[in-house]
């Protein structure tokens, strides 16, 4: 394998500066999901640019392009999405649009993808072709992702990668991990029925009220009475709503919460498992019950071959003491739709602001910039090897 990474460290050098001007662009000009039209539009006008070509959805939010030729093909996923939030913080580039902000590294990733479509392109040959998917709508449930997958864009692909920044981590490194690495994000809705009353006769009626508190606060280790206790299961409720007056048992009541697992198995039953104990829950106390379970992505399990392979570039890129071996995390990621087709990697990015704590969708997020160019640099080397793999 010839040594390749000076001229790509050279290139990825040469790219950064204009990739940090379009994710400042981008954030400042944040869209949510399936209304990334100008960002789209950003991208699409670079590619055009530099004379790659650009496939539009039809729907104008999200685009794919390849560089290279040849049968032997790998994809590289960006999003380009942001989120409902309000910014707080007030860097130069902050955003302009009220109530919308890129909390969670979206405007990177994006910069990242097209930074490394241009560095490829500049090479005299490729050893196969990249194709880089440009996701609309990744913070929705149940995704871009699965979208774009309905639509076919990675059937021709023998593998994907994607990265995301990872605030917690220092610039400079990368975050992996073998197996799964985020975990499924469901939303369940129950609502409850009964036929109400007066307060002071609690015994004559149903006490929807305490039905749902019983199912709040008892579901989440309830249900885990019929599963291996190894495993990993996370139900918390954030919205309820019934009522009308303190001295009013209601008639009806309706609570929604969130599902959060990390195995594929247990994510493709757990509509069922979950409908199920709340109607034994609710029944004996005289509610009735309607649960709708939304599935919003599975769990994203790295291939271990295929992070092998990344590891491999990002030491070659950057030294074997800029590897880490990264967390589980309960957070969802709709690149796992991609990897329910093909073997693919979803990469943590160190991108830490020196002496600055945020969290993801925080409404004070942002990123070290640096980490631009090192994204850059092992994206390419990643998709290089990659090809070479195929």
Known sequence: MPDRIPDLARLASEIAPRMIELRRDLHRHPEIGWMEHRTTRKVAEALHEWDIEAHIRAEGTGLIADVGHGEKAVGFRADLDALPIQEEAAPPYASVIPGVMHACGHDAHTAIGLGTAWVLNQLDSLPGRARFIFQPAEE????????????????????????????????????????????????????????????????????????????????????????????????????????????????????????????????????????????????????????????????????????????????????????????????????????????????????????????LHSATFDIDEASIETGILVASETLLRLMEHA
């Not at 009522?243 to 048992?249: K, P």
């Not at 069922?272 to 399990?301: H, S």
């Not at 003491?321 to 990621?333: F, K, M, P, V, Y």
């Open 140 to 359: 929705t449930m149940p995704g871009g992702a699965q979208e774009m997958r309905d639509a076919g864009v990675h059937c021709d692909l023998s593998s994907i990668a994607a990265f995301h920044v990872d605030p917690t981590l220092a610039t400079g490194k990368v975050g992996i991990r073998t197996g799964g690495i985020t975990g499924a994000g469901d939303r369940v809705a129950i609502r409850l029925s009964g036929p109400g009353g007066h307060t002071s006769r609690p015994h004559q009626t149903v006490n929807l009220l305490y039905v749902a508190g019983r199912i709040i606060t008892d579901l989440p280790q309830v249900i885990r009475h019929d599963i291996d206790p190894r495993e990993t299961v996370l139900i918390v409720f954030g919205r309820v709503e019934g009522g009308s007056a303190a001295n009013v048992i209601p008639t009806h009541i309706e609570f929604e919460g969130t599902v959060r697992l990390f195995d594929l198995d247990l994510w493709r039953e757990m509509p069922k498992r979950i409908e199920k104990m709340v109607a034994e829950m609710a029944g004996p106390l005289g509610a009735i019950a309607e649960t709708e379970y939304f599935q919003g992505c599975p769990p994203v399990v790295n291939d271990p071959e295929i992070i092998a392979i990344v590891e491999g570039a990002a030491e070659a890129a950057l030294g074997a003491n800029r590897i880490e071996h990264t967390h589980q995390s309960l957070g969802a990621e709709d690149f796992a739709w991609f990897l329910e087709d093909i073997p693919g990697a979803l990469i943590r990015l160190g991108a830490q602001i020196p002496g600055k704590q945020v969290d």
